[in-house]
DNA sequence: GCCAACGTTGGC
DNA sequence: GCCAACGTTGGC
């Protein structure tokens, strides 16, 4: 499998994308959902992945790169771990709202799962995301 | 193994 | 703060 891209999701007030710059590396803990974690197994190093902040926000804000391929949690053997690291933020955020009326996002997980808190992207979600965002 | 009841998440 | 959607749990 090539590179794959994916969008994880925080509450800002937990862990909000200034948390994630400041912490520069990160691992990514606490998901319990199996097909979160089915998501998490298949991240390989490199992978791009989008930052959302669910509730306050509901946007897309920055963008994070796989540092770690996912590895047990030593406290809860039911979750596991990926470790990412922040790469840049979006000069735009891309809002819920943008997404949902955007026909080419209109199909993202994002709007028809909104509850999966680990999600895979397609490369034309990506590619649209970024060009809303203003990333070059 | 099915399904109803309950809990949690997240958008509004 | 409310409620809909989804996941999980537990009784059968």
């Known amino acids: 499998m090539s590179a794959a891209y994916w969008l994880v999701k ?5 862990f909000s994308w200034d948390d994630m ?7 990514w803990s606490g998901v319990r959902n199996p097909g979160a974690l089915i998501n998490m197994k298949n991240m390989k190093k ?3 992945v989008f930052f959302y902040h ?5 946007c897309v804000v920055g963008i994070v790169e796989v ?6 949690d030593p406290k809860d053997e039911k979750s596991g771990l990926v ?7 979006l000069p735009n ?3 819920l709202a943008t997404i949902k009326t955007d026909p080419a ?5 994002l709007v028809k799962n909104s509850r999966l808190s680990v999600q895979p992207v397609t490369a034309a979600e990506w590619a649209r995301v970024c060009k809303l965002g203003g990333v070059k």
């Open 105 to 109: 996002l209109k199909d993202m997980v």
């Open 46 to 48: 490199g992978d791009r």
């Open 93 to 95: 955020e891309v809002t």
């Open 83 to 89: 470790d990412v690291k922040a790469v840049e933020k």
């Open 54 to 58: 669910s509730n306050e926000g509901k």
């Open 67 to 72: 540092a770690k391929t996912f590895y047990a």
């Open 21 to 27: 710059v400041k912490a520069k590396t990160t691992d």
């Open 10 to 14: 925080s509450e800002p007030a937990v």
